[in-house]
Structure formats: structure tokens, C-alpha cells
């Protein structure tokens, strides 16, 4: 695959973008005095600051290296991972579920598991969010490789270390508000990036009308066109779509994922938990277009190199090869920086979210019940390096197992989303959900999860089951075990789900939990 030598003003403009971010990020860590500094930002964080986060901790290197791929190999249906996945449960989230987590005053989704149903439902979430979170740096980090080994041809191995080493050393002294403050500023930066990545390639192509004529008269692209695509369709037929992903994965991703909550967890108050979404969701509107328009622009620009996807085809190449065919210097150096704010954003946010619930879910409950606050913040710190290594050593299998980056970091995803789903829902709106139907409906929802994902060399299921459908009946499996499991016990004392339900809100922050106070 052709390659380029970076001329001086794109490596300029790169490493000015390095030295920003992480300037930033060692300005705002002067501040860090605390574990709640640390791990919330102090609960300083405004509105706007927030809102910038959740976008770019959702869309990142993963997604523009992933989306471009899939939209190369599935067309427009991939916009409904914002469209159905994310602006709708965004706004159903900001109206009913992120105030109501800001006044539990919780530092983790877990923690709130813990306080609603009891410490073993509290700790086997937090394991498997940690696991999930190795297994998205994973993702990230071959995305990042993809990328330089694509365009500069560097070494796979080099490109993840490189990368490791610069998101480390500014999330391991800064904490959450040093990770917000570079996540907006790496906001603009990546909108800015996409923009000319689209502009440049709909230039190349002679406009939307003529890449929608030159796709639709390909004979393997014949739903690529369709939002919904038929019911027979091999990975996203539409009854999947809807009640997977719009129904179980976008709700729970948006609701209960600790890189996703932490944000709002850090604003100022529970309104501004609320507006950080809204806003949050008023920016992803644009953001379907951006992420999927290069891999369609590829099928026109780069059939003949990459030509149909297959069995052994490879996604993460389109968006490098597009850059290298499309952007002149200066031009490219940008868009690179703007690559490297997704990877950057992605990275930060799921270190530390990772590193918060490892320190608030199994250190302080487990090992060290009276830890001082000093010692949890250099606990949270020690842990970024490690988290960050484990993510290193995950991200060769990851490479070799999956079509995709973005495929990899979903079917991850719909092991866990079904089961936290269901749970986040009987805890916060049924007075009789307790911690039996809740430990029923996590093991049934996980276990249904696992034997759907490997239900081909388990049944032999030719294909597999689509991850939209794993989520879904795990999801179904978790309702049911609830339901069953909270009928073999007493309900709780109705005195103590007090600011645990909708139904019995706190109108003041509650006050922490023992082990979360500092």
C-alpha cells in the first residue's frame, strides 16, 4: 500500500497539535488535589466542557477508521449507530436518567448497582465494564496503528507503544478535568478534520448525485442505499437494527457506561448534567455523515485496490488509503491531527473511567476499606500505565480476530448492555426489583450473550449471530430473570430506596457512600 513521507508543514502542524493537547492537559492537573479532583474534576466541570467530552469519548479513532470500513462494506444503514443508537437514548437519557445518577452522587454506574441491589451485583459489573474497557483500548490502538502504518508505514507494534506513552503521561497526572479540557479542545479539532475529509472526497467523485449513481450501479452494493436494510440482510437486516440497537445498545451505552457517565457526573449540578447531553446530542446530529460518507466515497475512489469485501477483508485500510489519495500537504497534517484527537479522546476516556472504577469498586470496598483519599488518587494514578499496557497487549488478538475495529468494540459491547440495561431500568422505576431477581438477570443475560456470540463453533451456526441480536435476547434473558428472580424474595424496604428510584428522588446530592467519600 502506498505510503507518504510527511513534508515539513504537516509534521508541524502535527507535533503542534501534540504539544497542545498535552500542555493542556498538564496545565489543568495543577488543580488535582483530591480523588474527587481526580476521578470527578471536583464536580467543576461545565456544561459545554462536558458536553464536548461525550462526544469525542464516543466518536473516535475507533469510529473513523471503523465506520468508514463498514460504510465502504454496508453503506448508510452504519448511520444508524447515531441516528437510532445515540441522538434519541441521548435525549432520554438527559431528561430522565443523568440527573437522577448526579443526585445519587455516585462516582460509578456500578456504585449505584452496589447501593441498589448489593456488592455483588456492584462488583461482577465493574469487573465486566473493566474487562469491556480493556477490550476498547484494544480497539483503539489498532485503530491508531491502521492509520500510521497506512499512511507513514510504521511498525504495528511501534504505532501502539507511541501512541500509549503520549495519552499516558497527561491522564495519569491530570485525572477527569484534564481529560475533559483536551477532549473539547480535540472536539473542534476532529469536526474540523471530517468536514475536509468529506469536502475533499465529494469533490473527487463530482458530487452526491454522482456517488449515489456510481454505488447503486455496483452489483454487491445493492442495499447500500438503504437506511433499513431487508429482513434477509447478512449483518444488519432491520428487526435487528431496531430492537438491538435502538432498543438495547444505544439506551444502555448512553445510561450506564462509565466513560460515558463520568462526564456528567463531574458537572456542576444536576441541570448541567442534563444540558451536557443535550448539547452532546445537538453536535452527533452531523456526525452519521461525516463517519460514513469516506468509506461510500471509497467504493468509487478505491474498488480497484480494495475491491468487494470478503471473508479476509480488511476495513481499517480505507480510511488511510483515502487520506494518502485525497489530501494534499498541510491539508494532511490537519486531518491527521484531527485523527489523533480521536485516538487521544478515546484513549483518555476510557483509561480513566477504567482506572475510577477499579480504585471505587474493588480497592476501597475490598482491599483497603479505610484508605485515605491520598492514597486512592495514587492508586487511580498507578493504574493508568497498567490499564494502559493491558490494552497493548489485547490489541494483536483483536487485530486478528475482527473485520473491524468498530465490529470488534460492538460485539464487546453486547455482551454487557442487555444485563445493565435491564438492571438500570428495574432499579430505577420497580419498587420490587431486589438483589435476587438482580443477580438472576445478570447471569442469565450474560451467559444467553456468550453462548449467541460463539453460537457458531458451539451449534454450528453458520455465520454466527449478528452482535444486534446477541444484545437483544440477552436483554430479553435479563428482563426475565429479573422479573422471575424479584418474586422469590422480599422487595426492599421501600425507606431504603430513597434517591435510588424516580419514584423517591433526592432533591439534594445524597450523601456518598463510605467507601466513595473523599
Not at 29 to 36: L, P, W, Y
Not at 150 to 173: E, H, K, M, P, R
Not at 290 to 319: A, C, F, Y
Request: glycine share 12%.
Amino acid at each position: 500500500m502506498e505510503t507518504l513521507d510527511l513534508g515539513a508543514l504537516d509534521l508541524g502542524l502535527i507535533v503542534c497539535y501534540l504539544l497542545a493537547v498535552g500542555l493542556l492537559g498538564l496545565w489543568f492537573s495543577r488543580g488535582v488535589k483530591t480523588g474527587k479532583d481526580f476521578f470527578l474534576a471536583g464536580r467543576s466541570l461545565p456544561w459545554w466542557a462536558a458536553g464536548l467530552s461525550l462526544v469525542v469519548s464516543d466518536i473516535g479513532a475507533k469510529d473513523m477508521i471503523g465506520l468508514a470500513g463498514d460504510g465502504y462494506r454496508f453503506g448508510v444503514v452504519m448511520m444508524n449507530f447515531d441516528f437510532l443508537g445515540c441522538i434519541f437514548p441521548v435525549l432520554i437519557a438527559a431528561f430522565l436518567f443523568m440527573p437522577f445518577l448526579w443526585l445519587a452522587n455516585v462516582y460509578t454506574v456500578p456504585e449505584y448497582h452496589g447501593l441498589r441491589y448489593n456488592a455483588v451485583v456492584r462488583t461482577f459489573f465493574s469487573g465486566l465494564w473493566v474487562l469491556f474497557m480493556v477490550g476498547t483500548l484494544a480497539t483503539i490502538f489498532v485503530s491508531a496503528a491502521s492509520m500510521f502504518e497506512g499512511i507513514l508505514g510504521w511498525g504495528f507494534w511501534f504505532s501502539v507503544g507511541l501512541t500509549a506513552c503520549v495519552v499516558g503521561l497527561y491522564t495519569t497526572v491530570g485525572g477527569l478535568k484534564a481529560v475533559v479540557v483536551t477532549d473539547a479542545f480535540s472536539c473542534v479539532v476532529l469536526i474540523l478534520g471530517a468536514a475536509i475529509i468529506c469536502i475533499s472526497g465529494l469533490s473527487e467523485v463530482g458530487g452526491v448525485g454522482a456517488l449515489k449513481e456510481a454505488i447503486a450501479s455496483k452489483t454487491w452494493t445493492q442495499d447500500h442505499l438503504t437506511l433499513l436494510p431487508p429482513a434477509d440482510h447478512s449483518h444488519y437486516p432491520w428487526p435487528a437494527v431496531v430492537l438491538g440497537l435502538g432498543f438495547v445498545l444505544g439506551p444502555a451505552y448512553w445510561m450506564g457506561n462509565q466513560a460515558i457517565v463520568q462526564r456528567t457526573l463531574g458537572t456542576r449540578s444536576a441541570a448541567e448534567a442534563r444540558a451536557s447531553y443535550v448539547f452532546c446530542a445537538a453536535i452527533k446530529m452531523f456526525f452519521p455523515l461525516l463517519l460514513v460518507l469516506p468509506g461510500l466515497i471509497g467504493i468509487v475512489l478505491l474498488e480497484k485496490e480494495l475491491g468487494s469485501p470478503g471473508e479476509t477483508w480488511d476495513g481499517n485500510r480505507v480510511l488511510p488509503m483515502l487520506l494518502v489519495r485525497l489530501l494534499p500537504s498541510g491539508i494532511l497534517g490537519l486531518v491527521i491531527g484531527a485523527f489523533l484527537a480521536g485516538v487521544l479522546s478515546n484513549l483518555d476516556s476510557y483509561v480513566n473511567a477504567a482506572s475510577t472504577m477499579l480504585v471505587h469498586d474493588f480497592y476501597r470496598p475490598w482491599i483497603r476499606p479505610q484508605a485515605e483519599d491520598a492514597q486512592c488518587l495514587r492508586v487511580g494514578r498507578c493504574l493508568v500505565p497498567v490499564l494502559l499496557m493491558a490494552g497493548v497487549a489485547v490489541s494483536y488478538p483483536v487485530k486478528q480476530g475482527f473485520g473491524s475495529v468498530f465490529e470488534a468494540f460492538q460485539t464487546f459491547l453486547s455482551f454487557i448492555q442487555g444485563p445493565l440495561l435491564a438492571l438500570l431500568l428495574f432499579g430505577m422505576l420497580s419498587r420490587r426489583a431486589n438483589s435476587t431477581g438482580a443477580l438472576m438477570g445478570m447471569v442469565a443475560g450474560v451467559l444467553v450473550a456468550v453462548l449467541l456470540t460463539f453460537s457458531e463453533s458451539l451449534f454450528g451456526v453458520k455465520g454466527g449471530i449478528s452482535f444486534l441480536w446477541v444484545a437483544w435476547w440477552s436483554f430479553v434473558a435479563s428482563l426475565l430473570g429479573v422479573l422471575v428472580g424479584s418474586f422469590l424474595a422480599p422487595p426492599p424496604h421501600p425507606g431504603d430506596l430513597t434517591g435510588l428510584m424516580m419514584g423517591r428522588p433526592n432533591e439534594e446530592p445524597r450523601k456518598p457512600s463510605k467507601e466513595a467519600a473523599g
